[in-house]
């Protein structure tokens, strides 16, 4: 029911900039949470930032002061934005969604299809 799809990866210099987008569509519950995770080769899935309905955000540590994460609640949309990029940040960034119906309710949770980012030293 619900689709996201992201775009705004691609290739940046360390010490560069990318903002991200993730477009969300379908059946959304006003109690959610939308994140970016990513996932280098050979590593776990991570949460990047989080972003709640009331607009609570989290970081991970080693993204403070350097990664944004916003929401348009008319457009259904999700940014990141990065900056002063480095290698260690390159991986596929996913957004995720995770809305529920009532606090009584369990998590759905959905998957966009993932952006490729990768920063050269």
């Known amino acids: 029911q619900v689709q996201l799809v992201e775009s705004g990866g691609g290739l940046v210099q360390a010490g560069g900039s990318l903002r991200l987008s993730c477009v969300a569509s379908g059946s959304i519950f006003s109690i959610n949470v939308m994140g970016w995770y990513r996932q280098a080769p050979g590593k776990q899935r991570e949460l990047v930032a989080s972003?709640?309905?009331?607009?609570?955000?989290s970081y991970a540590d080693a993204v403070k002061g350097r990664f944004t994460i916003s929401r348009d609640n008319a457009k259904n949309t999700v940014y990141l934005e990065m900056n002063s990029l480095k290698p260690e940040d390159t991986a596929v960034y996913y957004c995720?969604?995770?809305?529920?119906?009532?606090?009584?309710?369990?998590?759905?949770?959905?998957w966009g299809q993932g952006t490729q980012v990768t920063v050269s030293s």
């Open positions: 972003i709640t309905n009331d607009a609570s955000t």
């Open positions: 995720n969604l995770r809305t529920r119906i009532n606090r009584w309710a369990p998590w759905r949770a959905y």
